[in-house]
């Protein structure tokens, strides 16, 4: 899955994987971000794997794209 960060004005970083909608993150340092949106991303696989919903096919578990 790829990972796309980026700093906001207010200093904060956003983090979030374009091939799951919605799941997305923020820290206080990019190391956090990351952390926070891998931790959700994989939640909501789980879930969707748990209710039989579709997945998108991924190659690799995680890359990040600066």
């Not at 790829?2 to 979030?16: F, P, S, V």
Request: charged residues 30%; hydrophobic residues 40%.
């Amino acid at each position: 899955m790829n990972i796309e960060i980026e700093r906001e004005e207010d200093g904060r970083w956003i983090a979030e994987v374009p091939d799951l909608p919605g799941v997305m993150a923020y820290g206080q340092s990019k190391k956090e971000a990351i952390s926070k949106v891998k931790a959700l991303a994989l939640r909501v696989l789980a879930d969707r794997l748990e209710h039989g919903e579709e997945t998108p096919e991924f190659h690799g578990v995680f890359g990040v794209s600066a």
